[in-house]
């Protein structure tokens, strides 16, 4: 599994990132000392080249996310058209939790480019689903069956979910900025 470096992002965004935080299956607490910079973020200061602003405004949104501010990220991801949208939306309505329409949202994002190699990291990191391809909706219900249990297996499942966020953030960042 590569390793997630903040470092590889612009200061302002490396600064949210390297706030270590595990995120929970619910929808965890607002990390307050974060506002102030997830505040001032724009498509225009975090992203100077920018070249898909939608990217940029799901790299915005995955931040929220991260720092557990579910409605900001919702108002955000709920705006864009693009399966990267979708994606973060669909994280958010199962850590809210609402997992039928979280699966809503995993059927309007498909197939995506990260499935892969989240696959592959989720089952190095104990993930106990699906060997074969990822399913986002048996992950639903997986972390469904496990939040708020305390159990090794909600664990795992926290772990899986940073890496997906992750993983989905590059992907947007590296669009955003036409890499």
């Known amino acids: 599994m590569t390793r997630f470096d903040p470092n590889n992002y612009p200061p302002a965004i490396a600064a949210l990132w390297s706030i270590e935080r595990l995120p929970e299956l619910g929808p965890g607490t607002p990390n307050l000392a974060a506002q102030e910079a997830l505040n001032s973020l724009s498509v225009e200061s975090v992203f100077p080249d920018l070249r898909d602003r939608e990217a940029g405004l799901a790299c915005i949104s995955g931040l ?57 990291d989720a089952l190095e990191l104990g993930y106990w689903g699906s060997k074969t391809r990822w399913n986002p909706e048996e992950f639903v219900d997986s972390c469904e069956a496990e939040r708020g249990s305390g159990n090794d297996r909600e664990m795992i499942l926290r772990r899986v979910q940073l890496r997906e966020m992750h993983l989905v953030f590059d992907w947007c960042y590296r669009h955003a900025v036409g890499g």
């Open 64 to 120: 929220w996310l991260y720092h557990d501010f579910l409605d900001v990220s919702h108002t955000i991801s709920q705006d864009l058209e693009c399966w990267i949208g979708s994606y973060w939306h669909a994280i958010m309505h199962r850590r809210e939790p609402d997992p039928s329409n979280s699966k809503y949202w995993w059927r309007r994002v498909g197939y995506s480019p990260i499935f892969t190699d989240l696959l592959k």
